[in-house]
Every structure is written in C-alpha cells, then in structure tokens.
C-alpha cells in the first residue's frame, strides 16, 4: 500500500467506527520476543559486565550505531536476593563516561550510580549493593550528567530484578520468558542513514524525545510463546519521554500486581493502564484459554506525542499461550504493606518543575505552533505530520550552555556543584511535587527510597497506584505528595538525584540532588 492509500484506509476504518489496533510496519514473518538472560551473582556473589559499542540492524537497509550492557542493546536481567550482597564488576568500553545508576534500590548514595560517580572509558567501577527491600522490577541506566538521554537512546538500559522468599512462596507465575515476561517498551526515531535521531534540540528539551517506532525489548511488534495459563508481565516504561495507555487487543483483564518498588496488597483488575517514563508495573493476564492477544497502546500525551503510529492504537506485541499449561496463580493476596499514618507528616519539602522557556512566553507559541492543525484525537493529517516532523528533527541542536539552562527545579537549573538540600534520615517525611506553568507531564522520581503517593491532585491515588512507587507523575499543573523515608546515608559527595524522568528534561537541569543525614 501507499502511504496515502494507508491513511485512507485508517480514515475508514476510524469513520467506521471501529477500534481496529493496526500493526505499525506489517511483515510477513514476526521477530520473537527477545528475552533478556537472566543473571545472578557468582560464587563470589560477584556480577560482571560491561558496556559497549557495537551496530545492530533496527531496519531492513541499513544498521544503526548502538550502546549495549553486555551486548548490542540494552542489557541482561539481572537478579538479585533480598538479604544479599552483591558487588557488581562494571567495565565502561564506551567512547565517553558513563554511571550506572540502579534506579529503585534502596542503597546508600555512594554506591546508587548518579551523576557524581562517573566511570571513565576504559575504568571499571565495583560497587557492592547490599540487597534490603521487597521483591520488585526495577532497572538500571546511565545517568551522566548532562548525557543520560542520549546514552539511553543508543541502548543502556536493563532489568535488576529483586527475588525474595516471600514472594516465591505465593507461586505466581516465575518462570523466565515463559510465564514470567518481561516488557521493555520504547520509542524510537532514526535518521536516515540509520543512526538514531539524538539530537536534543528545543524541541526534544521542551517536549521530550518523540520516536515514532516502538520497540518491545528492542523489535518491532514481536510475538512471545508463552505457557498456557496465568501470564505474569513485567512491564517496565523505558522510554525517554513517552507514556503508554496499554490494554489488551481482546479487551480481557489486566490485573496489576507490583507496581515500582514491589507487590500490591492485592491484585486490581483494569482494562487499560498509562504507564509513564521510567515506571514498572507488574500485570497478571487469563492465558489459559489458550487464546493469542495483542498488547495494545491507545494514543496518550501531549499532542506532539501523538504523530503517527501513536495518533492511533498501536500494537505494541503479541502473547501467544501456546506451550505447556503454566502452574502459576493470582492470589487473592499479595502482600502487606505498612499502613499509611492517620495524620501524616507536614510538609517538608517542595519540588517544583520549571520549564523557564514557559516563563519567558515561549512555550505558548511553540505549542501553538508545533500543534496547530492536530486535532484532540483521531489521525493527523499528512501535512502537519509533515510539518511537525520537520520542527522535530531539523531545528539545530542546543548549544549546551542553552541546554543546561532550559529546565529547573524550584527555580534553579541542576548543576554537580550546587548545595544540596537536606533530608533526615530514617523518618516518614511528606514531600510535595508540583510544576510550574506548563502543564506538562513530568514523572518525579527520586533515589535511595520507594514512597508512597499520598495524594494526587488532593484525592488518593487509584488503587494500582497506592504501593510502592518511585516515580510521581504530575500533570495538568497538579501535585502529588508523598511519604518518603530514607533509611541510608548520602553524604554531600554522593549526594541522590530528584528529577523528571523525562531524560531531555533531566539533561536540560530539571534535577536537583540532596544528602541525607
Ligand atoms: Cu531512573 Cu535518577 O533515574
Ligand atoms: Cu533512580
Ligand atoms: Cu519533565
């Protein structure tokens, strides 16, 4: 089909009415899920591995450059005990510095891998993590100061799975890319000779990256056998800046059971989840009818967002129940969680994201300008898909002085050097997470804790949302408060990092850093 002869056929379908969820690059042969290999600490409980440089083929003529850990792109799974001590050999062969920062753990500031604890090309870097929290899905990626965005882009990302006694003995499906799927849903853009579009401009800054090629373990629309009966789905959102609205294509339940730092008390039945940047959340889905499903996302986000293929559903991969009936259930219970407190702290700390483009009048303007002709819904027509598209990958690249003064927090842009603010250590604390005018989305996150959202725009949190979080997302010129404790040390050397999790928001100074004493 041509394009135009494509869009006419998504016209129809849409006039039709019907929520028909479209493959995005039809082919005739489908790529298998990758799973990534799962790995756990030696005899001396020691993990090794390096990040590198290699190429890998995204697209049919030409291959792209690429960063991965251990690998081409993206890295190995790796797992870890609560209870355990783990001491990771890192070895950065990359051709810049790097930080591997463990996003989710609970560890003190000297070993969580920000900004501060850079690894030069050719260094190696031997932090041992002393494993103490409930058993969770969370992840690990470069957060080099102001290069995370790009470094994630090329490819550095992995899973770092934590297992515990606990949670294995309520049986839920566990076993590694049969029952138990892990999910790492990205975007990509690429230019035309191949490489991925990188370049953080005013527009990526602003509005963060917007691929339009999505990936599911690094392919496009691949296919899992999976066993036949519960299906356990580790979804992780690892996109530098776009949410998903996820469901099934059968419309048939999700049930969250984890969601960033570890077990719900219960499962919550839903039909669609959003799933912002850098957050996880563990589904249950009914596989044992045997029957395939897509994993679908329905558009979701600022409108720039919602350039094709995201203008409508998209399908992001297929769950196919064929093999051996899987043995893993849904319990009624999943775990406890400590109960919120009656009467929750004061508020001791504000957290507001700037965009100070906005306060200069800019973003109106390049709002209206990026998204006039684009409707609230539906398709995007050819010539403003054409026009944005130009906006998006032609304006220059930022000097990086204009990065690094684009975005704050609480007034300030993010620099190594800055005074941190301080936290207490080991005591319920109630933060405050809000944005200045824009009204954009900005996922919060914030390192060496999982918290508790207490509040979102002044109501609780919808159920699946009510655990153990480490990321807040705000939007709409909303707040979110949050019970946060610290129970290790971050000294003024190593200090933790709160900021957007939208990466080109990060890398443009919407980060600030504190100790904890
Ligand atoms: Cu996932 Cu400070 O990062
Ligand atoms: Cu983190
Ligand atoms: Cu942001």
Redesign the pocket.
């Known amino acids: 089909m041509t394009p135009m002869s494509r869009r006419e056929a998504l016209l129809t379908v849409a006039a039709l009415g019907a929520l028909a969820a479209r493959p995005v690059w039809a082919s005739n042969s489908r790529n298998s899920l990758p799973i990534p290999h799962e790995r756990r600490p030696n005899a001396q409980g020691v993990i090794a591995f390096d990040a590198r440089s290699a190429t890998r083929r995204f697209l049919p003529s030409r291959s792209t450059p690429t960063y991965g850990y251990d690998g081409a792109f993206l890295g190995p799974a790796l797992r870890v005990r609560r209870g355990q001590s783990v001491t990771i050999d890192f070895t950065n062969r990359l051709p810049e510095p790097t930080t591997l ?1 463990w ?1 989710g753990l609970i560890i003190p500031g000297d070993v969580d891998g ?1 900004p501060h604890r850079p690894v030069a090309p050719g260094d190696r870097w031997r932090p041992t993590l002393l494993v103490d929290q409930p058993a969770a899905t969370l ?1 690990f ?1 470069p ?1 080099f100061y102001p290069s995370t965005a790009a470094q994630v882009i090329k490819g550095l990302a992995g899973l770092l799975i934590v297992d515990s006694d606990e949670t294995d003995r309520l049986e839920l499906p566990s076993r590694w890319g049969i029952d138990d799927i892990p999910l790492i849903i990205q975007d990509r853009r690429f230019r035309s000779d191949g490489a991925f579009f990188d370049t953080m401009n005013i527009i990526t800054a602003i509005n963060g990256y917007t691929g339009n090629r999505p990936l599911v373990n690094g392919i496009e629309y691949p296919e899992a056998r999976t066993a036949r009966g519960w299906v356990r789905l580790r979804v992780l959102d690892g996109s530098n800046a776009r949410s998903y609205r996820l469901s099934a294509s059968d419309s048939r339940s999700l049930f969250v059971i984890g969601s960033d730092g570890g077990l719900l008390e219960r499962p919550v039945e839903v039909n669609e989840l959003i799933i912002h940047a ?1 957050e996880r959340f563990e589904l249950m889905v009914d596989c044992r009818s045997g029957k395939p499903f897509d994993l679908v996302t329905q558009p979701e986000g600022a409108a720039i967002m919602r350039l094709p293929p995201f203008d409508a559903p998209v399908r992001l991969l297929t769950i196919r129940p064929e093999e051996a009936e899987g043995k893993g259930k849904l319990p009624d219970v999943l775990a406890s969680l400590p109960s919120l407190p009656a009467e929750p702290p004061a508020v001791s700390q504000e957290l507001v994201m700037n965009m100070f483009r906005d306060e200069a009048g800019m973003m109106p303007l390049m709002k209206a300008g990026l998204t006039m002709g684009m409707a609230p819904a539906g398709p995007v027509a050819p010539e403003v898909i054409a026009r944005v598209t130009r906006l998006i990958e032609g304006q220059p690249a930022l000097s990086i002085a204009e990065q690094l003064a684009l975005n704050g927090v609480n007034g300030k842009a993010y620099t190594l050097n800055q005074p941190g603010f301080t936290a207490g250590r080991g005591v319920g604390l109630r933060w405050r997470v809000s944005e200045g005018d824009d009204k954009m989305l900005h996922p919060v ?1 914030i ?1 060496g804790c999982q918290f508790r959202i207490l509040l979102e725009n002044g109501k609780p949190p919808q159920p699946h949302r009510a655990g153990w979080k480490d990321i807040a997302p705000i939007m709409n010129a909303g707040t979110s408060e949050l019970l946060v404790s610290f129970p290790h040390p971050a000294a003024a050397d190593a200090p933790y ?1 709160a ?1 957007c ?1 939208i990466l080109e928001h ?1 890398d443009s100074g919407m980060m600030t850093q504190f100790t904890v004493a």
């Open positions: 920062h996003h920000g992840w990626h957060h850098g996150h390192h990092m900021h999790h990060e």
